[in-house]
């Protein structure tokens, strides 16, 4: 290969149209800039979504939504979860070993969905009111 046999790939580069070179061009007189009006002046500009002064789309829709960033490494663990995981201690990492929780998970907190049917310490993990009362009724214990 040589630098002098190098080009670019066939159809990459098209040739632009040469615009009010006469009718028989397609491109002659206004030179498809239509008749008139803004975009048809030199230096015609607006503003994306300029609307001629009416409230633009974006701006009429209302706002919606909104994503906290904490939540991205917040998780709820239902009491029915803690039946799956093997041995009588619960922490956070045992949780993320377990697969009940994802691995970049920072902050978890147990909830009182479900049933738990057998003595479990939780080490290191917030828990609701109603999980509180539901663990330490089967037998186990919560500590901060």
Do not use: W
Request: aromatic residues 2%; contains cysteine; hydrophobic residues 30%.
């Amino acid at each position: 290969m040589q630098l002098n046999t190098l080009h670019p790939a066939p159809g990459s580069k098209t040739k632009s149209k040469r615009l009010g070179r006469g009718i028989g061009s397609g491109k002659g007189k206004t030179c498809g800039r239509g008749h008139k009006g803004q975009r048809a002046r030199a230096g015609g500009y607006h503003k994306v979504g300029f609307e001629g002064g009416q409230m633009p789309l974006q701006r009429r829709i209302p706002k919606s939504g909104f994503r906290s960033r904490q939540s991205l490494n917040r998780e709820e663990v239902y009491l029915s979860d803690l039946n799956r995981i093997d041995g009588e201690m619960i922490d956070l990492t045992i949780l993320i070993e377990a697969g009940v929780i994802r691995s970049d998970t920072k902050d978890v907190k147990i909830i009182g969905s479900g049933e738990i049917n057998r003595a479990v310490t939780v080490r290191g993990i917030s828990v609701t009111a109603g999980a509180r009362k539901a663990i330490e009724a089967a037998k186990g214990k919560v500590e901060a």
